[in-house]
């Protein structure tokens, strides 16, 4: 069995604040531990589920040469290998050649939720809105439609309780969810301790991917209309004259193609 996780740094228990997941604050340090911890716990559950082989995928942007490389190598599960990429939705390799399952680790909320710890979508200063053919997502739903164009279910969320509760309602029931904290503002939350937050994981690691047939691959649907509302109008200015792109309104873009990751590369470059 074929495991790819893909992980972000904001949903890790322990982790409430920018400080913790932006590059070169002192604190980085340690919320670099702390998710590298929680990979490990995903890790652990994949083996003991029978994976073969398993991917970890960091999907944070920590900032200059920190993004999306924000694992601490030594402390990493050496029965894991990880990406580190240039750009985010770049690496598709494993889902190319055929996996069984993704597991999303440590993921925040989509940008306007109340109860969501450190939540925004793929910008905090310059995105609003994301919808896929009218349907509101958050950056869980962008690794779950690229997972399921190469048919791979998302099956196990963790993060906070409002993260949870998010993909449950876009994946469905048989999607498993960990929450290892609750938060009740963007930089406020009720933490469980990390050790129990990692063994909650490993354990719903191992039984989501127990059977991993229980969540369908994620499709937005086809033709797939992709819609952006950004924060000022330059930012939706900057995409005239795209093909396949038309900006609707001042702030608002709207990206058609055939199916999900054709609309998604047109705009979304790297
Ligand atoms: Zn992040």
Request: negative net charge.
């Amino acid at each position: 069995m074929r495991v790819f996780i893909i992980s972000d740094m904001e949903g890790v228990s322990g982790i409430v604040k920018w400080e913790q997941v932006t590059g070169g604050e002192r604190l980085y340090e340690e919320g670099r531990v702390l998710y590298t911890e929680e990979i490990n716990a995903a890790v652990r559950g994949a083996k003991r589920a029978g994976a073969t082989e398993i991917v970890v995928m960091d999907c944070h942007g920590a900032g200059k040469g920190w993004t999306f490389n924000s694992l601490i190598p030594e402390r990493l599960d050496p029965d894991c290998e990880w990406v580190v990429q240039h750009s985010w939705t770049e690496y598709t390799e494993i889902l190319e050649q055929g996996c069984d399952a993704a597991l999303c680790v440590a993921m925040h909320a989509m940008a306007g939720t109340a109860d969501g710890g450190l939540c925004h979508t793929v910008s905090g200063t310059q995105w609003y809105n994301l919808w896929f053919n009218g349907t509101l997502v958050g950056e869980t739903g962008i690794n779950a439609a690229l997972c399921g164009h190469w048919g791979c279910p998302i099956v196990l969320v963790t993060g906070d309780e409002a993260v949870c509760r998010e993909t449950k309602e876009l994946l469905g029931d048989g999607l498993t969810t960990v929450a290892v904290k609750r938060s009740f503002g963007r930089q406020s939350a009720r933490n469980i301790h990390p050790v129990k937050a990692r063994k909650m994981i490993e354990d719903g690691a191992m039984a989501a991917l127990a059977n991993f047939n229980a969540v369908k691959p994620y499709d937005p649907g086809k033709p797939c209309e992709i819609t952006v509302e950004f924060a000022t109008t330059e930012n939706a200015a900057s995409y005239r004259y795209r093909p396949g792109i038309e900006v609707v309104e001042p702030r608002k873009i709207v990206s058609t193609g055939p199916d999900w990751l054709t609309a998604w590369r047109q705009f979304y470059a790297f």
